[in-house]
């Protein structure tokens, strides 16, 4: 029913940027809430942003000044700009759909800065 797909991680120092992008298809119409969430090994899966069809958006302390998530108007496509990346931002980064209370996950894409 959902289809998510994420693009645009990689290897970058500290200090750069990366901009994730997830490609969403299926029943876009009917999602409330995309957004972005990451987790790191050993770690547990954390929210980093979101966005409701509202424009609403929220982000996780961490990422608060650093990060913006935007995504078009047909919500087909949401992104995430990485700005000011720190080696703690290394982690598996999922994008999210939320149709009502179900949760659809893509499949991940992997950020890792170094130090």
């Known amino acids: 029913q959902v289809q998510l797909v994420e693009s645009g991680g990689g290897l970058v120092q500290a200090g750069g940027s990366l901009r994730l992008s997830c490609a969403a298809s299926?029943?876009?119409?009917?999602?409330?809430?995309m957004g972005w969430y990451r987790q790191s090994p050993g770690g547990e899966r954390e929210l980093v942003a979101t966005l409701t069809t509202n424009a609403n958006t929220r982000y996780a302390d961490a990422v608060k000044g650093r990060f913006t998530i935007s995504r078009d108007k047909a919500m087909s496509r949401v992104y995430l700009q990485m700005n000011s990346l720190k080696p703690e931002d290394t982690a598996l980064y999922y994008c999210?759909?939320?149709?009502?209370?179900?949760?659809?996950w893509g499949q991940g894409t992997q950020v890792t800065v170094s130090s």
């Open positions: 999210n759909a939320k149709i009502s209370d179900v949760n659809y």
């Open positions: 299926g029943r876009i119409r009917s999602f409330t809430t």
